[in-house]
């Protein structure tokens, strides 16, 4: 890979990644508020969930980036970078995912933790294969 081609990788990945992670913010923070306005479990209770939420979709929408763009040449190999290492990247959080599994764990809800990993783990491959199979 030229300088010049680097360079404009780490910029689309960059952009992406940061539109990704605003993406992510932006539903968990307006879940939450949809759900408070609305009376409905909020606060940390729901944290985790509006975070499952997101990265599921960030995989559902890698598979159909993969399937569509995975092998591609020129401006589809900007366009992969932007979209699958970048915005879904910057939307997923398996980071955030573990500490909502602390924070679960913190209020002995042990069952629970584990069932969200796990429920966290399989639905996102799940999604990821339903998006490659849609796209293919």
Same mark, same amino acid.
């Given at each position: 890979m030229s300088g010049g081609m680097l360079v404009l990788a780490l910029l689309v990945v960059g952009i992406g990644g940061g539109l990704g992670s605003i993406a992510r913010w932006g539903v968990q923070r307006g879940g939450a508020h949809l759900l408070a306005t609305r009376g409905l479990e909020h606060?940390?209770? $729901? &944290?985790?969930?509006l975070t499952f939420v997101v990265n599921v979709a960030a995989?559902? #929408?890698l598979g159909l980036i993969v399937a569509r763009l995975g092998s591609a040449t020129g401006a589809g190999v900007v366009a992969y970078s932007l979209l699958g290492a970048g915005f879904c990247g910057g939307l997923? &959080? #398996?980071? &955030? $995912? $573990?500490?909502?599994?602390?924070?679960i764990v913190r209020r002995g809800a042990y069952s629970i933790a584990l069932a969200y990993l796990m429920l966290t783990v399989g639905t996102g491959m799940g999604a990821l294969w339903v998006g490659l199979v849609l796209a293919s």
């Open positions: 606060g940390e209770r $729901a &944290t985790p969930w995989c559902f #929408l997923s &959080t #398996l980071s &955030t $995912a $573990a500490a909502d599994i602390v924070q």
